[in-house]
């Protein structure tokens, strides 16, 4: 077609079996169809044209497609030039698709959608590249990638919506929007691979998924307002600059992937989505230098009472330190408590500041004050979650296993609740290992002598790439064999506190700062504190036991309630129990010995107060028929010459005989709790018997001195 000819096709279809030569312009209802392996396209305007042969097809020049372009079989090579798509595409595939070069350049114009592109994938970022890549497209004008898209140079957004699909798009130039956010529809990957500079630019900021910025690229955001929904991962240097925001809300939140090696300079903006704005949550910084002010976006300083906390272990009070100056600088891997408001609707914070990045530490201790009890608020210092399991990068130093969540009231925005995560068991079911970005959580530094110091340091090899890590999240319990046992007033049923017992083969008597985890007392007025009861009075929320071995475990259970009314006992889960193993809830003052796996609720009406020596857990291979008073057998184990006894009631006559029932041991026990007697006697088998107002209890127990 000659230049400024024109060729009207009349309706009908033209074969082509040769090349189409000349810079002319095609029109008609009609359409041109090529027919020849290997046959070129010139710098013709074409209206329909149809591609079918599987040799492919050339450009020899930079056509412009004002209809449809019908791939019937065959590749097109746009070669060094520009191929303008100003119609729409058909029949176009993976097998049937275009392929590029460092040299092409693909437009789109028209109007409307234009379909799905295809590009050549034999060699990635040659076949499948186009130099710079133009969508003009207006009326909401969209174009959807089907693979992945390699720009060698720039990727420009004038008009219309291009759609990702799920793909990448893998860019050596610059980005540049001058539309909108809406401009740009992602569920992929957009990769920065330039070894040198690039930039995110244009006159609107553009709404990524994941960002990836190559080794060797350095790429500058120049423009505010850009977005990133899930990963950013930089093996360069990303400058930010404060133009970009990683989003939160109610499906995931966006993070900084910990594995790159590589940098991000300059200020971001972090958001943090809650379910609900309502009362105080525990919160850390992900930013070097973040202030107090920097929440004032978030939470009503002018609130007649403290809305920000920091916690002081050494504190001879509650521990909880007023930290409302606004140029105080909140401490990488610290926790606080910040209130954020009296409204239930959810609520999405926003901070900004230079990201944390590489190996941090707390210095932590145990000074056993009253209160505070040798718990230390820590905070997660990174823009991504981290995980308490990591297998490398913690460093922990005289610091029990165990993590503890609080969660605000629904009632009173200054109480909450608490839950605890060890070893793989969540004392609630949600309470876990992964510990969100800005989630504060307390942590307790072991017992010793005191003051005892500890550490906590991490590295980015904790951190992990969970998009959707709420403030907490539902955990499983690992096939453990386990009783979940929650406590809650009648007319709260959405509120009740838990204690879980399970079983170890590695457990140990006593607190077992590996596999237990201590009991916070709740706030919350209307919901009370259930815990056990170790066998060296420590209070749990977690507690492990070795399998029984004998035929009786009796665990006592304590509570406090700061009100009266009717409560619920109820065993929420029993997993993984054997059958033969009977699992009994005790009250010793109504002498009522309940099956939880047959009858799991038990209700009783309480008083204000705190509650010991009354409810019990007992795990048993007799059924109901054989125990009398308190199962019949004595809670009891030995350590070499030493028996532990426990006694449920102010007062017991203790009582040792052996095998022959000569009594060779007898002591009166004051209080309720364990008690230790030394036992002077020869190695072999005696039976240990308490005499208490709840009845007569025996076991039989061993003593070996070695």
Same mark, same amino acid.
């Given at each position: 077609m000659a230049a400024n000819s024109t060729l009207n096709d009349n309706g009908v279809t033209i074969t082509v079996t040769g090349n189409i030569l000349g810079s002319g312009t095609h029109t008609g209802t009609g359409k041109i169809s090529m027919t020849t392996s290997g046959a070129s396209i010139s710098g013709a305007t074409i209206n329909n044209l149809t591609l079918n042969n599987s040799g492919g097809f050339n450009l020899s020049g930079s056509p412009t497609i004002n209809g449809t372009l019908t791939f019937t079989a065959g590749k097109l090579a746009i070669a060094t030039n520009t191929l303008t798509l100003a119609g729409t595409i058909s029949g176009i595939s993976a097998s049937n698709s275009i392929t590029g070069s460092p040299g092409s350049n693909l437009t789109i114009t028209g109007t409307g959608s234009i379909g799905t592109l295809y590009f050549d994938q034999t060699t990635t970022g040659t076949t499948n590249n186009?130099?710079?890549?133009?969508?003009?497209?207006?009326?909401?004008?969209?174009?959807?990638?089907?693979?992945?898209?390699?720009?060698?140079?720039?990727?420009?957004?004038?008009?219309?919506?291009?759609?990702?699909?799920?793909?990448?798009?893998?860019?050596?130039?610059?980005?540049?929007?001058?539309?909108? =956010?809406?401009?740009?529809?992602?569920?992929?990957?957009?990769?920065?691979?330039?070894?040198?500079?690039?930039?995110? /630019?244009? @006159?609107?900021?553009?709404?990524?998924?994941?960002?990836?910025?190559?080794? &060797?690229?350095?790429? =500058?955001?120049?423009?505010?307002?850009?977005?990133?929904?899930? =990963?950013?991962? @930089?093996?360069?240097?990303?400058?930010?600059?404060?133009?970009?925001?990683?989003?939160?809300?109610?499906?995931? /939140?966006?993070?900084?992937? &910990? @594995?790159?090696?590589?940098?991000?300079?300059?200020?971001?903006?972090?958001?943090?989505?809650?379910?609900?704005?309502?009362?105080?949550?525990?919160?850390?910084?992900?930013?070097?230098?973040?202030?107090?002010?920097?929440?004032?976006?978030?939470?009503?300083?002018?609130?007649?009472?403290?809305?920000?906390?920091?916690?002081?272990?050494?504190?001879?009070?509650?521990?909880?330190?007023?930290?409302?100056?606004?140029?105080?600088?909140?401490?990488?891997?610290?926790?606080?408590?910040?209130?954020?408001?009296?409204?239930?609707?959810?609520?999405?914070?926003?901070?900004?500041?230079?990201?944390?990045?590489?190996?941090?530490?707390?210095?932590?201790?145990?000074?056993?004050?009253?209160?505070?009890?040798?718990?230390?608020?820590?905070?997660?210092?990174?823009?991504?979650?981290?995980?308490?399991?990591?297998?490398? &990068?913690?460093?922990?130093?005289?610091?029990?296993?165990?993590?503890?969540?609080?969660?605000?009231?629904?009632?009173?925005?200054? /109480?909450?609740?608490?839950?605890?995560?060890?070893? &793989?068991?969540?004392?609630d079911g949600v309470a876990n290992n992964i510990i969100p970005a800005m989630q504060g959580f307390f942590i307790h530094v072991t017992n010793g002598t005191y003051p005892v110091s500890g550490s906590l340091g991490a590295t980015n090899s904790v951190r992990i790439n969970n998009l959707n890590p709420f403030y907490h999240k539902p955990s499983g319990s690992n096939n453990l064999s386990l009783l979940r046992l929650e406590a809650g007033f009648a007319n709260n049923n959405t509120q009740r506190d838990p204690v879980v017992v399970y079983f170890n083969d590695d457990a140990i008597e006593g607190f077992d700062k590996d596999r237990d985890a201590l009991k916070i007392m709740n706030t919350d007025i209307n919901v009370p504190s259930l815990y056990t009861v170790a066998t060296d009075t420590t209070k749990l929320s977690i507690q492990a036991l070795k399998f029984p071995t004998d035929s009786t475990i009796i665990i006592p259970l304590g509570l406090n309630t700061e009100k009266g009314g009717q409560l619920i006992f109820n065993a929420r889960n029993i997993e993984n129990i054997s059958y033969g193993l009977n699992t009994y809830f005790f009250d010793a003052s109504t002498g009522m010995s309940q099956n939880l796996k047959t009858n799991p609720m038990y209700k009783v009406s309480l008083d204000q107060g705190n509650y010991t020596n009354r409810f019990f857990l007992i795990f048993t291979t007799n059924d109901k028929a054989n125990i009398p008073g308190l199962i019949g057998e004595l809670n009891a184990y030995t350590k070499g010459n030493t028996l532990f006894v426990y006694v449920a009631t102010d007062n017991a006559e203790l009582a040792v005989t052996n095998m022959a029932g000569q009594v060779i041991a007898t002591e009166t026990l004051h209080g309720a709790g364990y008690h230790q007697a030394d036992l002077q006697v020869r190695d072999g088998i005696y039976i240990a018997t308490l005499l208490s107002n709840i009845g007569k209890q025996s076991k039989k127990i061993v003593i070996q001195s070695k």
């Open positions: 186009i130099s710079t890549f133009t969508l003009n497209r207006t009326s909401s004008g969209a174009a959807t990638l089907g693979n992945a898209l390699s720009v060698s140079t720039n990727l420009i957004l004038t008009a219309g919506i291009l759609t990702d699909g799920g793909n990448g798009i893998s860019i050596q130039g610059s980005w540049t929007n001058n539309l909108s =956010t809406a401009a740009f529809v992602s569920t992929g990957t957009v990769t920065f691979n330039k070894s040198g500079s690039q930039s995110i /630019t244009g @006159s609107a900021a553009t709404a990524f998924n994941n960002v990836t910025i190559a080794s &060797g690229s350095t790429t =500058t955001i120049s423009t505010a307002g850009q977005t990133i929904a899930a =990963t950013l991962l @930089s093996n360069g240097t990303l400058n930010a600059g404060g133009n970009v925001t990683l989003l939160s809300n109610a499906s995931q /939140t966006a993070l900084i992937d &910990g @594995s790159g090696s590589g940098s991000v300079s300059g200020n971001v903006i972090i958001q943090r989505y809650l379910d609900s704005g309502y009362g105080y949550r525990y919160v850390s910084s992900p930013f070097t230098a973040l202030t107090v002010s920097g929440f004032s976006g978030s939470v009503n300083f002018s609130d007649t009472f403290p809305q920000f906390y920091s916690y002081d272990e050494s504190a001879v009070t509650n521990g909880w330190v007023i930290d409302t100056v606004p140029s105080s600088t909140l401490t990488a891997m610290h926790g606080y408590a910040v209130n954020f408001g009296y409204l239930y609707t959810p609520k999405t914070i926003s901070v900004t500041g230079v990201v944390n990045n590489g190996s941090t530490s707390y210095s932590l201790f145990n000074h056993n004050n009253t209160y505070t009890l040798g718990f230390n608020l820590a905070g997660n210092p990174y823009p991504s979650p981290i995980n308490w399991n990591a297998s490398s &990068g913690w460093t922990k130093t005289n610091i029990d296993n165990a993590l503890y969540y609080y969660d605000a009231s629904d009632t009173n925005r200054y /109480t909450g609740t608490y839950s605890s995560y060890v070893s &793989g068991v969540s004392s």
